[in-house]
């Protein structure tokens, strides 16, 4: 969902609002960037406060770290916080050849950081793509994480492709006008990442896909910063992933492999996701038997922001966390 996620991204970057999570309005001017050489790049990492570790992944996969500090970044008052970008993604640098964007690149360059960073064992808290390289992790490196938190994320490459068309079979039926233009670029053979597709199919109208609650905004950092890298999606997801995933996603396939996880883990999910949908999403009941799974009942594909009282409540008890000082 190419286009869509930059719809998405642009929604939930341009404005303001206050929440629980959001209490302190300058929470980006409290972290200060570090770039540590990994592989020849300089990756931007956002580190602040003391005790367990706990690493924030992003989703996309093209989004920067920002959205995640945005609404986690006050827990550096109870923990270590972790916020970095990916290779391609906000400050950190491009990669000489796309090829290297890859699930299983991001899933070691979490354990280049742990090792960096000196840590023993850390905690992922995973939104949307960004719970991919959290699974991941949490199978192959099954020693070094304490606890998980999975939010609307996906446990397949399958899964995304059917959330895919899922949405388009919602596109199709709710905005039937708008679809033909679709499927007449289609036939004529572009895929969602060209020209003129890529501006039809971005001009859906996706806040329904994403919020339960429209009128949600968020606070953005005063820095410039890249918000999205549309090549790291293309090459992940694939030229036509909004159709045909591709890339290196579509190989990820850990549900045989979920009840095999030993880190404590928490799975959340909206109801009203239009992204990562219910119908795919209450399959973790089945595949992780052994994680507490959340449905919010009044959130898309955002619960800190839709319900923010209920998720930090339920966030904090599974991660022991019971003040701030």
């Known amino acids: 969902m190419q286009s869509l996620l930059n719809t998405f991204l642009a929604v939930l970057l341009l404005s303001s609002i206050s929440t629980i999570a959001q209490k ?39 989004n920067s770290h920002d959205y995640m500090q945005g609404n986690f970044g006050h827990y550096y008052n109870t923990n270590t916080v972790v916020f ?29 950081l742990r ?3 000196n840590f023993d064992k850390i905690s992922l808290v995973g939104h949307s793509y960004g719970t991919v390289p959290a699974q991941a992790y949490a199978l192959q490196y099954p020693n070094n994480v304490d606890k998980m938190v999975l939010i609307n994320g996906f446990h397949s490459g399958a899964m995304w492709q059917a959330n895919c068309d899922s949405y388009n079979h919602y596109a199709k039926t709710h905005f039937p006008e708008k679809w033909k233009k679709v499927d007449s670029l289609r036939a004529l053979g572009y895929v969602s990442s060209e020209e003129p597709l890529k501006t039809v199919y971005g001009n859906f109208p996706t806040k329904y896909i994403y919020y339960h609650n429209t009128q949600l905004k968020q606070n953005v950092p005063k820095k410039r910063f890249r918000g999205w890298a549309n090549d790291v999606y293309t090459t992940i997801i694939g030229l036509d992933g909004d159709f045909h995933v591709a890339g290196s996603m579509i190989n990820q396939d850990y549900r045989r492999q979920l009840k095999d996880i030993k880190a ?21 009941k089945t595949f992780m038997p052994q994680a507490q799974f959340e449905m919010f009942e009044k959130s898309g594909h955002n619960p800190y922001l839709e319900e923010p009282e209920k998720f930090y409540s339920v966030f904090n008890a599974f991660m022991g966390i019971k003040s701030f000082n």
């Open 84 to 112: 970095f970008d990916w290779l391609g993604r906000g400050l950190s640098d491009d990669a000489k050849e796309r090829s290297e964007y890859t699930v299983e690149n991001d899933v070691l360059l979490i354990e280049k």
């Open 264 to 284: 404590k883990t928490l799975i959340i999910a909206g109801r009203y996701d239009g992204v990562s949908t219910p119908e795919f999403a209450v399959q973790y």
């Open 115 to 117: 090792k960096l960073l």
């Open 24 to 62: 302190d309005p300058t929470i980006f001017e409290k972290f200060d960037s570090k770039y540590y050489t990994i592989d020849g790049y300089k990756i931007n990492v956002e580190l602040k406060g003391s005790g367990d570790p706990i690493f924030f992944l992003p989703g996309g996969p093209g």
